[in-house]
């Protein structure tokens, strides 16, 4: 398995653009979490869905950001405007519906608004 | 509410002496407690977990952590530290009694740096 994709890698903006992130997960998974990491606030969990549907999105900052599950196989998070406070690395991760199970990452994506 | 206490963020050891990472956890149930590794630019890749059945559980890379119900703790250990465990590692719980579904508490991390 391929295990999770995230693309870009590396993405740089100026302040005002859109940003679109992107994420497939693994094959047959139930879940996928998107998170944002940043040395001031660690490891943060922004939204999550199961079966493509949202289940808690507490963690989103602002309504600038907003996240989408068209399908099992593709997720995607937007943030419009972004601003440079934005600037962190975003991962998402999936696992199955077995509570046993692990939550696999992504590689990330390192945002950097300027 | 549940919640992870990684009560060090940053461990210094010697390459060969051991390595211990302290995680408590708070939940109202039955945990699932989990321990990852970030390698500087990676993402985080699953160590080891706890589920049920023995408390000592052996994981990836030489590592093991031990459930500790009455202590509520999920302490990650290496015996024989090595410089290439230089990252940051992060405690994890899954509360069984919160309809959640899989989601998972972190803790917020603890960097080792081992030196040779």
């Known amino acids: 398995d391929a295990g999770v994709i995230q693309s870009p890698r590396h993405e740089v903006t100026e302040m005002g653009q859109e940003v679109t992130l992107r994420c497939k997960p693994i094959?047959?998974?139930?879940?996928l979490f998107w998170y944002r990491q940043t040395m001031m606030r660690g490891l943060e969990l922004l939204i999550y869905?199961?079966?493509?549907?949202?289940?808690?999105d507490s963690g989103m900052p602002e309504d600038r950001f907003s996240a989408k599950m068209p399908n099992a196989s593709f997720s995607t998070l937007k943030i419009q405007p972004s601003e440079p406070r934005d600037s962190a690395v975003y991962f998402c991760?999936?696992?199955?519906?077995?509570?046993?199970?692990?939550?696999?990452f992504g590689p990330g994506t390192r945002l950097t608004v300027l | 509410a549940q919640s992870v206490a990684q009560p060090e963020d940053q461990v210094n050891v010697a390459e060969g002496n051991p390595l211990t990472v302290k995680c408590t956890y708070s939940?109202?149930?039955?945990?699932?407690l989990f321990w990852y590794v970030q390698y500087p630019n990676r993402g985080l890749q699953f160590l080891l977990k706890?589920?049920?059945?023995?408390?000592l559980v052996k994981g990836s890379y030489g590592f093991e952590a031990e459930f500790n119900k009455s202590q509520t703790s999920f302490h990650l250990k290496k015996p024989s530290a090595l410089v290439s465990d230089s990252a940051l590692y992060f405690c994890?719980?899954?509360?069984?009694?919160?309809?959640?579904?899989?989601?998972?508490?972190f803790g917020g991390g603890t960097r080792v740096l081992v030196k040779p």
């Open positions: 991760a999936s696992s199955s519906a077995d509570l046993t199970d692990t939550q696999y």
């Open positions: 094959s047959g998974h139930d879940y």
């Open positions: 869905f199961n079966n493509n549907v949202p289940i808690d």
């Open positions: 939940v109202s149930g039955n945990p699932y």
């Open positions: 706890y589920i049920t059945g023995d408390n």
């Open positions: 994890a719980v899954r509360d069984l009694a919160r309809a959640a579904g899989n989601k998972l508490t």
